[in-house]
């Protein structure tokens, strides 16, 4: 069974930054492409960003555009969301998730990833 843990949410100040970890079990890491989503109660779920199995290619979401990046360390299985400059918008529940077996598309579609994590809270508070 596949298990993906987001670790490392919490409050921060406007213009903080803050990590976050997504740990993956019962199946290896390597071959997955990877991605984290965010949502708001009563918004839909928003992509964030992404990395390709390799680690060699990245797709961003509006929002993290310039201020956030994504790393992966296959030999841990974690993939990692290192986040800066954080505004109050940036408050959400952060997802990671899991997407074996396809190709570097359409990355920002929630639908075609395989697992989801259980999600972790990041609240910047001014």
């Known amino acids: 069974q596949v298990q993906l843990v987001e670790s490392g949410g919490g409050l921060v100040q406007t213009g903080g930054s803050l990590r976050l970890s997504c740990a993956v079990s019962g199946r290896t890491l390597s071959g997955a492409a990877m991605g984290w989503f965010r949502q708001v109660p009563g918004n839909e779920r928003e992509f964030v960003i992404a990395i390709s199995g390799g680690g060699s290619s990245t797709s961003y979401g509006r929002s993290a555009t310039g201020r956030f990046t994504i790393s992966r360390d296959n030999a841990k299985n974690t993939v990692y969301l290192q986040m800066n400059d954080l505004k109050s918008e940036d408050t959400a529940v952060y997802y990671c998730?899991?997407?074996?077996?396809?190709?570097?598309?359409?990355?920002?579609?929630?639908?075609?990833?395989?697992?989801w994590g259980q999600g972790a809270q990041v609240t910047v508070s001014s």
């Open positions: 998730a899991a997407r074996y077996g396809s190709n570097w598309s359409s990355m920002s579609r929630a639908e075609l990833y395989n697992y």
